[in-house]
């Protein structure tokens, strides 16, 4: 049995000699990541580590007991509230998942419970923010259907403004037997929101009403994959003009050109995640961009690495490498916001894992890591 305090100490200090350069007086007076958990594994919940960028040293905050399984988190625009997608039900809906809002202490970042909501649906995998901060979008795995829920100035949760169903479904059986959506992301103006459907491969598009809390289909209202892709996630660049989209059940990633005037996506290109000698089974999960755009990163479960593209301005990605994450089945990664390191949540192995980042975009593992079970999300917040 590895001496767990002595790696993670060690992680720590090849983390400080291999970023002298941090600009400290950017610094955030806190910062802090929450990481969402599936009940097993001995994860007791939500996990809260403070990080002080000069020394490097993540610490345990807060943990935030919860056996229902609370895995995908998001923060609101204005930084006070936090929200977790759970497995679990609430009295009364048996057949539907739950989300809990969050206080976030604006000294300390704590978290204190406000209250709790249904998810209307069955099998929440995903939730996103709209940019007001007045509406959570809800994806739901087994269900398949998309709601969307207001928030009002307290972080309560309301009753759903929308419900999003889709029917059908895909050619590979029994992933795509039905609509899946994987993810519901809104656009950075808050204008279209993009529900990426594993089970038909398509990427649904939606003009939404911000007054009212509707959607209604895009004058594109959806793009079609290649049949198997299974669409999971999506991210879009700091200008909004550029989307990228990991395919599950391909194991390969997209780029898309992003029409801001109507939320139309055009295909720019596709290209596979696994290194050309890997032939075992393998299912892609998060896709995110770093330094500044330049870089894209999209996780492997199977493989059990991190796919390491350079992105050109015009969407064009080009092949620069893979990384073994160290553990097994990188359910979720999460890139410095300051582009320093890299934290990759192992979900099978119970173990966030610390990487840097290199000026070109390659990760060096640190050999550090925070000891979290059955990760599934990870969120950043600055103070």
């Not at 958990?37 to 905050?61: A, C």
């Not at 990427?203 to 509707?214: A, L």
């Not at 996630?233 to 050109?257: K, M, R």
């Not at 493989?303 to 893979?322: D, P, R, T, V």
């Amino acid at each position: 049995m590895r001496n767990v305090t002595m790696r993670f100490l060690v992680g720590i200090f090849l983390i400080a000699l291999c970023r002298p350069d941090y600009d400290l007086m950017a610094q955030e007076a806190r910062e802090l990541f929450y990481i969402g958990t599936f009940s097993d594994n001995g994860s007791l919940g939500i996990y809260v580590y403070d990080m002080d960028r000069k020394s490097m040293r993540f610490d345990l905050l807060q943990t935030i007991f919860s056996k229902e399984s609370p895995m995908f988190l998001a923060v609101s625009p204005d930084k006070k509230f936090l929200y977790s997608a759970n497995m679990a039900d609430l009295p009364g809906k048996p057949e539907w998942g739950s989300i809990t809002a969050y206080s976030i202490n604006q000294t300390s970042g704590k978290l204190g419970i406000l209250s709790d909501q249904f998810s209307y649906g069955d099998g929440p995998c995903h939730l996103s923010i709209h940019p007001s901060g007045k509406y959570i979008f809800v994806s739901h795995y087994k269900s398949g259907n998309v709601v969307v829920l207001p928030v009002d100035g307290a972080g309560k949760i309301g009753e759903p403004t929308a419900t999003i169903a889709h029917e059908g479904k895909g050619t590979i059986m029994p992933q795509q037997s039905q609509s899946h959506p994987q993810s519901a992301v809104p656009s950075s103006d808050g204008r279209f929101l993009y529900v990426s459907d594993l089970g038909l491969d398509q990427i649904f598009i939606y003009d939404f009403d911000s007054k009212t809390g509707t959607a209604r289909p895009a004058s594109q209202p959806f793009i079609r994959t290649i049949p198997g892709a299974g669409p999971r996630s999506l991210e879009f660049s700091a200008d909004g003009s550029l989307a990228y989209s990991s395919e599950e059940i391909a194991s390969s990633v997209c780029s898309y050109e992003v029409n801001k005037q109507d939320g139309s996506l055009r295909l720019i290109q596709r290209l596979p995640t696994l290194p050309p000698a890997f032939y075992g089974e393998n299912a892609t999960a998060d896709v995110h961009l770093a330094g500044e755009g330049k870089f894209v990163y999209v996780s492997n479960r199977g493989y059990n690495g991190l796919s390491m593209y350079k992105s050109a301005g015009n969407g064009k990605m080009k092949i620069i490498g893979h990384m073994a994450t160290i553990g097994e089945r990188p359910q979720t990664f999460l890139p410095d916001p300051k582009g320093n390191f890299m934290l990759v949540g192992n979900r099978d192995s119970n173990e966030v894992n610390i990487f840097t980042i290199e000026k070109d975009g390659m990760l060096t593992d640190t050999s550090g890591y925070l000891p979290v079970p059955s990760s599934v999300c990870i969120v950043y917040l600055g103070l």
